[in-house]
């Protein structure tokens, strides 16, 4: 399957960039996976929002949720790219 399409929209500050992020090239297209975290559903634990991996196609909770899920996802395999997985929210 070919890449989702994404482009580094700003800096920090929110201006707009023209910067390449070199992560990108390794973005997949991955299945939705629902609408769960998947370790909160293993551990019994909530979760607020949700974040799905774009390299492996996990689905775990943001920073704002009890666990952070999703951040612990990032530093046990360094996946370095994510989208939301929350209805109307299409970054990534």
Same mark, same amino acid.
């Given at each position: 399957?070919?890449? !989702?399409?994404?482009?580094?929209?700003?800096?920090?500050? /929110?201006? !707009?960039?023209?910067?390449?992020?070199?992560?990108?090239?390794?973005?997949?297209?991955? !299945?939705?996976?629902?609408?769960?975290?998947e370790d909160c559903?293993?551990?019994?634990?909530?979760?607020?929002?949700?974040?799905?991996?774009?390299?492996?196609? /996990?689905?775990?909770?943001?920073?704002?949720?009890?666990?952070?899920?999703?951040?612990?996802?990032?530093?046990?395999?360094?996946? !370095?790219?994510?989208?939301?997985?929350?209805? /109307?929210?299409?970054? /990534?």
């Open positions: 399957m070919p890449a !989702p399409v994404f482009v580094v929209a700003a800096d920090a500050e /929110g201006n !707009p960039s023209t910067a390449q992020c070199p992560h990108l090239a390794e973005a997949q297209e991955v !299945p939705d996976r629902g609408a769960a975290c559903l293993r551990e019994g634990t909530t979760w607020v929002h949700l974040r799905q991996c774009l390299v492996c196609g /996990g689905t775990r909770c943001c920073d704002n949720s009890p666990r952070r899920h999703a951040t612990a996802h990032f530093h046990s395999s360094r996946h !370095p790219i994510m989208r939301s997985a929350e209805t /109307g929210e299409p970054w /990534g």
